[in-house]
């Protein structure tokens, strides 16, 4: 079976979508939007997700976003918060340039403490990644 190329520069629906967006142009679909977002609890089980195969639990405050398709290079950006239900606090998560990859991004949860800030898990983690698909 040969493999071919389709080309087009709107993608339309028959109507099915709700609301008045009917078309979208390919160039956002490429490069204007987020390639990935999620929200997972402490448990690190996904309570819903967009291009996220898994979340690993590494350790305390360490977990691994696993893409369901890869980034197209470990430069993109993410952004990221989380709460204990009462809302942030003064969460931090932190990557490194170790940490970005092109199949997964680890991610540091830092949590306040009474000496400052020390790894932990918060009851809800939620992210996004801007960048190119491969």
Not at 69 to 93: D, E, H, P, R, V
Not at 109 to 123: C, E, Q, Y
């Amino acid at each position: 079976m040969a493999n071919g190329t389709i080309a087009f520069d709107t993608l339309s629906t028959s109507g099915q979508i709700s609301g008045t967006a009917v078309s979208v142009d390919t160039d956002y679909l490429a490069y204007g939007s987020n390639k990935c977002w999620g929200n997972y609890n402490a448990s690190q089980a996904l309570q819903d997700s967009f291009n996220t195969a898994s979340i690993t639990d590494v350790a305390t405050g360490d977990h691994t976003i696993n893409f369901s398709n890869n980034m197209g290079n470990a430069n993109y950006a993410m952004g990221s918060t989380g709460s204990n239900g009462s809302g942030a606090g003064a969460t931090s998560y932190t990557m490194t340039a170790g940490d970005l990859a092109t199949d997964r991004v680890q991610v540091d949860v830092f949590l306040p403490t009474a000496s400052g800030m020390a790894k932990g898990d918060r009851s809800t983690n939620l992210y996004i990644i801007s960048g190119d698909l491969a």
